[in-house]
């Protein structure tokens, strides 16, 4: 069964540096979301492209949280300075289409954990 | 008030216990409701979803919504060590990706 490929699985930065995290959704999936999970919370949403266009990035900190998605096929979350607050899992998820149930639920990967020291 | 509310647990029963989880929630716009399994170091699987009250079963799984009261669970019949995992109720206002989810239970099935 296809799945959502993201790397690295694990992160250790410092403070004030930048880092980046990659996903590479099922392909054909033409809508892909980043979600942040701390600790002990549900996932929250950051951002959702449908191909390259960015379709809800209200929950995305701006000041440090960037991301893209070129060629509507694999994204990039980069954050820039890392902050303490930053530590949790991220996500990345992908469905052929917007939606969540029926014939378009959302494929999550298994994340990448991120540790800010 | 949350939006979502669910009781973290963690939970423990034996094995072929019936589990109980449950949510309540409450923005009335929520019309798609879901239950998400999350084994540790691994991203969410959608294990069943509802966009109306009453029951919805699927072999060992009932999910249950009463959006009267603004309340879902999800039982677990004749519970198996695999089923050892967290659970995340999510919602949608819409059939669009922005999921709004629990704090997850975290469930223990002992042999």
């Known amino acids: 069964e296809a799945e959502v490929a993201q790397s690295p699985r694990y992160k250790i930065t410092e403070k004030s540096q930048a880092v980046a995290f990659w996903c590479d959704p099922i392909s054909g999936h033409a809508t892909l979301y980043w979600y942040r999970q701390i600790l002990g919370q549900g996932p929250e949403l950051l951002v959702q492209f449908q191909d390259e266009s960015v379709v809800d990035d209200s929950q995305l900190p701006k000041d440090r949280f960037s991301a893209e998605r070129l060629k509507g096929v694999d994204s990039t979350l980069k954050i820039q300075p890392a902050e303490l607050g930053d530590s949790a899992m991220y996500l990345c998820?992908?469905?052929?289409?917007?939606?969540?149930?029926?014939?378009?639920?959302?494929?999550f990967g298994n994340g990448t954990r991120l540790t800010v020291t | 008030q949350k939006e979502v509310e669910q009781d973290p647990g963690p939970l423990s029963v034996p094995e072929g216990a019936i589990v109980s989880l449950n949510c309540t929630y409450s923005n009335s716009a929520f019309q798609y409701f879901m239950w998400y399994r999350q084994y540790s170091r691994k991203g969410p699987e959608l294990l069943m979803y509802?966009?109306?009250?009453g029951n919805k079963e699927d072999g060992r799984f009932t999910a249950q919504v009463d959006k009267s009261s603004k309340y879902i669970s999800l039982f677990i019949r004749d519970s198996q060590p695999s089923d050892s995992a967290t659970y995340l109720c999510a919602f949608s206002s819409g059939n669009t990706g922005k999921l709004i989810f629990g704090q997850g239970t975290t469930l223990q099935v002992k042999p």
């Open positions: 509802t966009y109306s009250s």
């Open positions: 998820a992908s469905s052929p289409r917007q939606g969540a149930v029926g014939n378009s639920p959302l494929h």
